[in-house]
């Protein structure tokens, strides 16, 4: 079993949560009052738990941080998902709250009091595409409660951009951004020309300013490789300018989109740093910035009280 | 050493020409008016070479036609890059036949008359991105001394698009669309779902369709999974439908520079049936098909006489 960072619980725990992802999964315990007092990481996301069950991992959370095993649970993110624990149904868009809430499910456990949270499917996006998310909606939900109606997005593996509107989450559309980053630097004639990752300012700034020009997406990415060629761009320049080509590209593709509604990034630091200068170069200065972790302790903190697992 | 499709050469040979890339090899023989008199092809392309020199696959491929070792050889593609033979530098755009012609550089070999075909760059296309190219400009010399001016299209691996104007070839913009697929096949959470890869025409239009309706491209490659999960598409359909949306997507890019000038399409029999079905979606009925190997034999030939190689 991976290791596990594991702090103390200070108080009485009501809630057990945990975003529960593909690679990793975060866990939260609560007071009574809906505050985090503990919090862990581990490595065991749903591809990850080797000969271990999710019951296992549970309870051994539970008993690592001296909680009764009957403590409520619930769970958000791809252990809900077909070939996670469990498959908890999709709720379709446009979907509230209260209408992901009702959409909880019971996972297949008597010795636990565990719940799953279903994700989100849309039919048509803005382009007419179905799309489907997991986890994703719980971030939402624990941010909309603070922020309104806007657009929110989440950069990530898969990008979502989401439209809240009347407090329902409407649509949304999904760009395949950092799997694709990943694709190129390990698999494709481009990768073979990096060296290093460390983040050059320049280079990015270049990468978004291009794709914010308007300039097709495999004409861009390809010059990643004939910039290098030609001198333009260092090797170890390389992985910037492509995730400014891509970030970026993924801005312009949004930006008839947004007119003028607040727009709200939920994601890890590093992420949102890149798409808030990336922002900045499309001339959008006003974002509100949430980190992701504290985005998923607060939606799954709403979802167990208005699904009455916790009261 | 890879099978050899040979056939005997049936005249007395004036040239031998070869467009010789990364993965194969394609061999011509020629009669003193021009005429192809024989053809070989082998899996011998630069990445393939094993413990084989170029000048034995050269003198093995002379003598299995009972050609003199003393005879004339032009070779085009990447045997002249960086990691090939030998670098042959690229010409600048925008450049003539005449001008490729005198880029050519002797090969580091003594017993054989042999000469490479150097490539072209751009400094800046349409969209301010540097370009290279190796091989095409040898088949757009062939196809463009029939053709004339116009923009030629030459998919594949890093498709081509190329404006030839008053006899010159002006500048070029590169799409990732061959590799672009093969890394989606290969190794993306799009290639997971894919079973088979026969052709279907309904999903590969309705991709095309997709594309040239102006969707961004991430998102519409992402749609190949939840069009899947969501029963539209089959597993079987995947790869054509994305096949669909990488080409359509291609097309709709580069359609606003086409502003009614002919086009040239040279390629694989493959690939040339699906670019016209593509383009036929899109409302260009009117283009001209040429086999990318017949486009490369006739561009040596002319590049060997133009250079005084063959007189």
């Known amino acids: 079993m991976p290791a596990r960072a594991c702090t103390p619980t200070p108080g009485i725990p009501t809630l057990l ?3 529960w992802g593909t690679p990793n999964v975060r866990f939260f315990f609560y007071d009574a009052a809906g ?3 503990a919090r862990e990481h581990a490595s065991l996301g749903i591809r990850n738990l080797g000969v271990m069950t999710y019951e296992q991992v549970l309870q051994s959370t539970l008993q690592a941080h001296g909680a009764p095993p009957d ?3 619930v769970l958000s993110g791809m252990v809900g998902a077909r070939g996670g624990w469990i498959e908890a149904p999709y709720v379709a868009c446009p979907a509230t709250a209260e209408q992901v809430s009702r959409g909880v499910i019971t996972a297949p ?3 636990l009091r565990a719940q799953i949270v279903p994700g989100l499917s849309t ?3 803005r382009n007419g595409l179905p799309g489907v998310m997991r986890g994703e909606e719980t971030q939402i939900i624990g941010v909309s409660s603070r922020y309104g109606d806007g657009v929110y997005v989440l950069p990530g ?3 979502k951009w989401v439209d809240v509107c009347d407090g329902e989450i409407r649509t949304f559309t999904s760009h395949m951004t950092g799997e694709m980053f990943e694709l190129l630097k390990e698999h494709s004639i481009i990768g073979d020309l990096m060296e290093g990752a460390d983040h050059d300012q320049e280079a990015f700034s270049r ?3 291009r794709a914010l020009a308007g300039a097709p997406l495999m004409p861009l990415v390809f010059s990643a490789r004939t910039e290098c060629l030609s001198g333009r ?3 170890q320049q390389i992985a910037s300018y492509l995730s400014g080509v891509l970030i970026g590209s993924e801005i312009y593709a949004e930006m008839p989109n947004l007119r003028g509604d607040p727009i709200v990034l939920i994601g890890s630091r590093e992420l949102l740093e890149r798409y808030q200068a990336a922002f900045a170069q499309a001339g959008v200065n006003e974002l509100f910035l949430v980190a992701g972790e504290e985005a998923a302790a607060t939606g799954l903190w709403i979802l167990a009280t208005s699904s009455g697992l916790v009261t």
Chains 1, 2 share one sequence.
Do not use: M, N, W
């Open 123 to 125: 039919g048509s996006d």
């Open 71 to 73: 403590l409520p649970i």
């Open 17 to 19: 949560a945990a975003d």
């Open 233 to 235: 761009l260092g090797r």
């Open 207 to 209: 990468g978004v300013s």
């Open 35 to 37: 505050k985090v007092i």
């Open 157 to 159: 593996t898969h990008s």
């Open 109 to 111: 456990v008597e010795r």
